[in-house]
Structure formats: structure tokens, C-alpha cells
């Protein structure tokens, strides 16, 4: 039976566990196969009993879930921070936003404003309570576009055909969308920086090739590939 590393993993990853996959399966035969969700998602379909290998939540769940003994968190650990930001359309102005009132303006400029769920993905809930504290929730509301999880937040973005559209969802997947550029993080009265971990779950079937990948994460090797892809390590 071929060997398969199972991932589930929180949205924000799936450009740096992805781009680890040629490296997985010439170092221990494995191909990876991949879900990624909200973690809020992610972490149900875990308890659920969803087959899994490899699971990269958020620092303090991933610390919940090892104190249950339901993850070993040996073989991973850290895989960064990660901010919560504004995008545009590649090519498009970029708005300031670097305090409340100038977010509050940017947004009710756009036409269009894409996130994450707002009831189960870290951005999306964030981006709703920011909108929340800005009172603009009631006029914003036509023009919110919510997906399921930032990474198609951001595709749709990019696609968006109206006069003036932005996003706002985690830095990394700005970064993993190529037809969209970052403006930059939600200012510091609305910043929210999340912390991911890698654990291999405690019921694993490829075990050895599970803590391969997990250390691979999580190594002073991929300080730079982590970087690249919008994490602060």
C-alpha cells in the first residue's frame, strides 16, 4: 500500500506544508495529501476521528490537544506568527490604513471587501469584530463577500471586477495569492498576530514519515521558505 502523510492543517499553512510535499516523498517514499480549513474546521474533523497524521493548529490548541494526549508535539513545535492584513488587487492603489480612521475610510471606499468566515476562521472573526468596533457593520454589510477560508477569500479578490475591492485575511495567504499584493497589517489597535504548531497526532498511521515532515516545518532550515511565505520566526 502506497505510504501518505494526512495533513489537516489551518488555512494559513497550506503554502508552506504544500511546498514541502517533493521533499517528504523523496526523503521517505510518502506522498502528502493535504486538508486545509478554518481551524476551527480543522480541529473538528480531528475530534471527529478524521484519519490524520500531521495537524498544524493554532499554538494554543495544538497545546490543549497534546495535554489531552491526542498529539505528540516532539517531532514539531512552532511554525511561526502570523499577522492579519489589508490586500488589494496587484496593480491597484493601496489604501492607508494605518490608523482607525484611515481604515475605517478605506473600507467604505471599497465596493467590494472579501475575508474568511467569520464565524469559524481566526481572520474572518477578527475582521468582523474590527468592522464591528468601526460601527460599520451595518453599512458594510452588502458589501462583505465571506468564503470559507482565506485562500479563496483572496482568489476571489483577485478575480473582483468592481471599481475598488479589498481583502483581509492572514498575511500568508496574501502572500500565496499571486494576483494580489499585501497593503499591509490591520493597524495596532486591531492587530492580531497568531502563533501555529505543528504536532503529529498521537493516532498516526505513517508515524515515522509524520515526524519527518514535522521537523522538517518546524527546522532552522526552513527559517527562510517560512519567511518567504509571510510567517515572523
Do not use: N
Amino acid at each position: 500500500m502506497a505510504c501518505v502523510v494526512k495533513l489537516l492543517g489551518a488555512g494559513a499553512s497550506q503554502g508552506i506544508a504544500t511546498s514541502f510535499a517533493p521533499a517528504l516523498q523523496a526523503a521517505t517514499g510518502c506522498t502528502l495529501d493535504g486538508t486545509f480549513g478554518a481551524v476551527g474546521a480543522m480541529r473538528e474533523q480531528f475530534l471527529a476521528g478524521v484519519p490524520c497524521d500531521v495537524l498544524i493548529l493554532t499554538a494554543a490548541q495544538i497545546a490543549a490537544l497534546a495535554a489531552e494526549g491526542r498529539v505528540r508535539t516532539e517531532a514539531g513545535g512552532p511554525l511561526g506568527v502570523v499577522r492579519t492584513g489589508i490586500a488589494v488587487r496587484k496593480g491597484d492603489p493601496h489604501p492607508p490604513i494605518g490608523d482607525a480612521e484611515a481604515l475605517a475610510a478605506a473600507l467604505l471606499a471599497a465596493d467590494e471587501i472579501y475575508l474568511a468566515d467569520p464565524e469559524r476562521a481566526t481572520a474572518g472573526i477578527h475582521f468582523a469584530g474590527v468592522i464591528a468596533k468601526l460601527g460599520l457593520s451595518e453599512r458594510l454589510a452588502p458589501r462583505l463577500h465571506p468564503y470559507p477560508r482565506g485562500h479563496f477569500a483572496m482568489h476571489a479578490l483577485a478575480g473582483s471586477k468592481a471599481r475598488i475591492a479589498l481583502g483581509c485575511t492572514q498575511v500568508t495567504e496574501i502572500a500565496d495569492e499571486p494576483g494580489i499584493a499585501l497593503v499591509g497589517p490591520l493597524p495596532k489597535a486591531f492587530e492580531l498576530s497568531t502563533t501555529y504548531s505543528v504536532a503529529v497526532s498521537a493516532g498516526a498511521q505513517s508515524p515515522d514519515a509524520a515526524r519527518w515532515l514535522a521537523r522538517a516545518l518546524t527546522a532552522e532550515t526552513s527559517l527562510a521558505e517560512r519567511r518567504a511565505r509571510g510567517f515572523e520566526v
